[in-house]
């Protein structure tokens, strides 16, 4: 078991003991524990098919980011499709937890006798959510899991993009568009929908022409039980519109959802803990018809989807993407860990911290991977640079191109710490704004300089250690036009 943020809680729970002034003494400290005490999610994992390493990172910090979660993980069976999760067989497994989150894939699991210790703890009143892969568990010749899970799911078709039509009023849809767009997906088959389930959202199945039910409630015994067939793939995952039905599924299934979508009071997460829980990317306000298009271009595990000089100079660290180098392996060019994927206009938001040396960094786009003295690497194209120094710099072409202007940046930025930063890169115009604060507004007088091109991070040339960082990196393609973390340039 991982017990996620459980030493962020205690200090949250003693900052509150002492907001209070309450003295801290024998009972005193039990009754206001218990005033701020999170949800506590059992999350069970594992099995085949699914990228289920990834998918708890981005569930259980998705829900502790939108609310007071705590998330305790089991992760077993590897990929197999017949394992049994060891806590099933002990007796009252589900005590001390107020959800049971299944996202797990045992479908070889055909012990009836093994399956009334799973949902014998549901039907006692344990509050389920059901995510998935969970619909095709357990099928042990009888009806006891479906009925549990509120539908009854054979399979699935072929992998393509559908629309999530919401089909009645929920608190757990609130914020859902009536039309949600869900890329490339797996879109289960739904055969039977059990008289205590209710469907909350259908969409079109390109096999069976037919709307199948994709996201619903069911009334299992005492337990409320929430349910979806939304979550294959992890990008699907790490949406924000799914994370927050899920968290909101989670709420509402321990009875803690309000009518409008809201957790209540005591378990609302503050700006500063959902900050803490996903990083600051994560928690911006993006308009509603960018929050569907938002994609992470970093996983938080390892650099999937980049390249460069990653050895000896990227790796990635306690979630973060590092660029290091010592004195004897110094670059004498700038390097660049790249996007394989090209961009053209787009909003990024990211989070950069200088850790040793003076030298600036700097986010690289609408240019190419560029070879020069020997490093294959470098960057031709567009530099905006942090934060020794800010500005646009025109690498291996113009030069400097626009300074820090009116020297807002260096008063917004932070030399050696974390600084908040939004790109937005439209048409031949690139805006920036740093920990809030609108720092630059440029457009390019040659416009045919501003072509698609991959996203790079800067490890600058030097003679002396360095060090940066950088996460979050969540990306819109052809977003608004305007800034979403600072008040936008007119």
């Known amino acids: 078991m991982i017990r996620f943020a459980l030493m962020r809680r205690l200090a949250i729970g003693l900052s509150c003991l002492l907001a209070s002034g309450l003295t801290v003494v024998d009972g005193v400290v039990a009754v206001a524990a218990e005033a701020t005490k999170p949800l506590e999610v059992l999350y069970i994992t594992g099995g085949c098919c699914h990228d289920y390493d990834g998918q708890k990172k981005v569930i259980t910090e998705g829900l502790a980011s939108r609310a007071r979660i705590n998330c305790t993980v089991i992760h077993e069976g590897g990929a197999s499709t017949g394992h049994k999760v060891s806590i099933y067989s002990k007796p009252d497994w589900s005590k001390g937890y107020d959800v049971v989150f299944h996202n797990e894939c045992f479908a070889d699991v055909k012990d009836p006798e093994f399956l009334k ?133 989670t709420l509402w299934a321990a009875g803690k959802l309000q009518d409008d979508g809201t957790p209540v009071a005591e378990l609302a997460a503050s700006p500063a803990e959902a900050a803490a829980a996903a990083g600051w990317s994560a ?21 999937e989807g980049w390249e460069g000089h990653v050895d000896p100079y990227w790796s990635v660290e306690g979630g973060e993407i590092v660029g290091r180098n010592t004195e004897a392996n110094a670059p004498q060019v700038s390097t660049y860990l790249l996007t394989k994927k090209p961009y053209r206009n787009f909003r990024l938001l990211l989070e950069g911290k200088l850790v040793t040396s003076e030298m600036h960094s700097g986010v690289a786009i609408w240019g190419k991977k560029f070879e020069k003295d020997g490093e294959a690497s470098s960057y031709q194209g567009h530099l905006v640079m942090f934060p020794s120094g800010y500005g646009l ?20 930025g ?55 960082r ?16 600072a008040t936008p340039t007119p």
Not at 198 to 224: C, F, H, V
């Open 283 to 303: 928690t911006v306000k993006l308009p509603e018809a960018e929050q569907s298009k938002a994609v992470k271009l970093f996983n938080g595990r390892d650099i």
């Open 414 to 468: 932070r030399q050696h710490d974390w600084n908040q930063m939004e790109i937005l890169a439209i048409g031949s115009r690139i805006r920036f704004a740093v920990n809030g604060k609108e720092v630059l507004d440029w457009t390019d007088p040659k416009p045919e300089l501003c072509e698609s091109g991959p996203i790079g991070l800067q490890l600058h040339s030097n003679t002396v250690p360095q060090e940066v």
């Open 393 to 412: 710099f025109d690498l291996h072409r113009r030069n400097g191109i626009s300074p820090d202007q009116d020297g807002r940046a260096k008063a917004a």
């Open 117 to 249: 210790q799973i949902v014998a703890e549901h039907e006692k009143g344990t509050p389920a959510v059901l995510m998935h892969c969970a619909m095709h568990c357990y099928r042990a010749g009888n009806d006891d899991w479906f009925k549990f899970c509120g539908i009854q799911s054979p399979g699935h078709g072929a992998h393509y993009e559908y629309t999530a039509n919401l089909i009645a009023e929920h608190p757990i849809l609130k914020g859902l568009p009536k039309e949600w767009k869900i890329p490339n997906e797996e879109l289960y088959y739904c055969d039977k929908v059990f008289d205590t389930a209710k469907p909350l959202a259908e969409a079109m199945s390109r096999e069976r022409k037919t709307k199948q039910t994709i996201i619903w409630t069911n009334q299992y015994g005492k337990a409320r039980v929430f349910g979806t067939t939304i979550g294959h793939y992890t990008p699907t995952v790490e949406m924000p519109q799914f994370l927050d039905m899920m968290t909101r599924g």
């Open 470 to 485: 950088f996460r979050g990196l969540v990306l819109v393609e052809d977003p608004q036009d305007v800034l979403v973390t």
